[in-house]
C-alpha cells in the first residue's frame, strides 16, 4: 500500500495550493480519506476528515478555506487550500483508514510566508 502526496511548496499569505494524494493498493471506496498536518514542535493534527455517511470533518481552523475532494475513479484525494495563512505551514499527510488498518503517506512541506 502507497499513498503518495505532491503539490505541497512555498506561498505567500493569501494564497492558494492544492494538494494532491495518490493511492496505489487500497481503493478509496473501501477506506475513509483524510488529511493531517504537522507543524514544526507540534502534533499531528486533523485537518479534514471523512466520516461514516460520506460526511467530512473539517478542523475549525481551516473551516471554509480548506475543501477535500475524491476521485474513486483515479483513487486520488486532493485538498484545495485558499486564504492560506503562516500558521498553516506544515507537513501534510494523507491518511486512509478503515478500523483496524490504516495507512499515511510521507508527508509533503507547506510554508505559508507572511
Known amino acids: 500500500v502507497q499513498l503518495v502526496e505532491s503539490g505541497g511548496g512555498l506561498v505567500q499569505a493569501g494564497g492558494s495550493l492544492r494538494l494532491s494524494c495518490a493511492w496505489s493498493?487500497?481503493?478509496?471506496?473501501?477506506?475513509?480519506p483524510g488529511w493531517y498536518r504537522q507543524a514544526p514542535g507540534q502534533q499531528r493534527e486533523l485537518v479534514a476528515q471523512?466520516?461514516?455517511?460520506?460526511?467530512?470533518v473539517y478542523s475549525n481552523s481551516v473551516k471554509g478555506r480548506f475543501t477535500i475532494s475524491v476521485d474513486n475513479l483515479k483513487d486520488t484525494v486532493d485538498l484545495q487550500m485558499n486564504s492560506l495563512k503562516p500558521e498553516d505551514t506544515g507537513v501534510y499527510y494523507c491518511?486512509?483508514?478503515?478500523?483496524?488498518?490504516?495507512?499515511w503517506g510521507q508527508g509533503t512541506q507547506v510554508t505559508v510566508s507572511s
Open positions: 471523512f466520516m461514516h455517511g460520506g460526511t467530512v
Open positions: 493498493g487500497i481503493q478509496t471506496t473501501n477506506y475513509r
Open positions: 491518511h486512509a483508514i478503515s478500523a483496524p488498518y490504516e495507512f
